[in-house]
């Protein structure tokens, strides 16, 4: 599976270690070393991915996935020395898609990089049609578009990926082991709290009132479910 992948990391060194390590693999590497530049090149080269390091000079990584996210639906995966579990959520709370902690191993992020891609690049597949619609919540499987009382929402892959498969089953439980198996496959690196952030962030788009949600509901002790209330 071949990729497009503009790495965002000011350590030289660390740099050139993952660019041949992708290289290997195949994919295309475009290696910048500060903020500003990562968001000009997936601006003009479109990328299938951007691996970003959270601290970069000038612009950091969190404002880069902030601006992106306005702009674009681009698989992220955020590097970052922080190890508290808060500070790697609000990675996933501004748009990345999956997070490593430094340091890490150059084999461990390639694997990263290859479910991330599967996962994006695979499509949701419904039958008999690739509209999805449960109550005022409609997913465009072709298009990869959602939209919330006739408004298009903007979403993360991730979020999508989520949304997809409960609006293919609406009304249906999902644990959140089974959100987890659906969106990314068996996957030892994704955990259940990106499921829980997910959730949060698609009730702040898809909600009359986020605080009170009436379509994606929490169903305590089991896990989550998409109603047309």
Known sequence: MCAQVVLAEDDEKQAELVRRYLERENHTVIVVHDGRSALEEVRRRQPDLLILDVMLPGVDGLDVCRIL?????????????????????????LGADDYMTKPFSPRELAARVRTLLRRTRVPVTAEPSTLLRVGEVAVDLDRHELFADGTHISCTPGEFRLISTMAARP?????????????????????????????????????PDPRRPVRLLTVYGVGYKLTDG
């Open 69 to 93: 996210r306005r702009e674009s639906d681009i698989p992220v995966l955020m590097l970052t020395a922080r190890t508290e579990e808060d500070d790697m959520l609000l990675g996933l709370d």
């Open 171 to 207: 009304h249906r439980v999902f644990t959140r082991a089974q959100l987890l198996e659906n969106m990314h496959g068996i996957d030892q690196y994704i955990t259940t709290r990106t499921i829980d952030t997910h959730v949060l962030n698609l009730r702040k788009k898809i909600e």
